[in-house]
Nanobody, 123 residues
């Protein structure tokens, strides 16, 4: 059983930056693909970014590519999401997830989820 705890959310103005962290415990962190997802009010949870355990490759949703960066530190069992040039439409609860997904952006393929952290971008 893997436990995930996100931190770093908050309120930021449009154009600003924010960094999220997700600390994992209870499993072999390096053997999981780590993903970030987000859910805005009234919308479905959507893929943001992920880092594959097998080849280290990172993938991004089109809406965040070039602005967000995912990274991981296997020694610290932590995955990060650096968010730059934030927009009001980035406002959502951000979730960290772990799994061995067949499709890196497919929500149901992830086994473990954090409780989420709120990110609010004001215009």
């Amino acid at each position: 059983q893997v436990q995930l705890v996100e931190s770093g959310g908050g309120l930021v103005q449009a154009g600003g930056s924010l960094g999220l962290s997700c600390a994992a415990s209870g499993g072999t962190f390096s053997s999981y693909t780590m993903g970030w997802f987000r859910q805005a009010p009234g919308k479905e949870r959507e893929f943001v970014a992920a880092n594959s355990w097998s080849d280290g490759r990172s993938d991004y949703a089109g809406a965040v590519k070039g602005r967000f960066t995912i990274s991981r530190d296997n020694a610290k069992n932590t995955v990060y999401l650096q968010m730059n040039s934030l927009k009001p439409e980035d406002t959502a609860v951000y979730y960290c997830a772990a799994g061995r997904p067949y499709s890196i952006a497919y929500v149901p393929d992830y086994i473990y989820w954090g409780q989420g952290t709120q990110v609010t971008v004001s215009s």
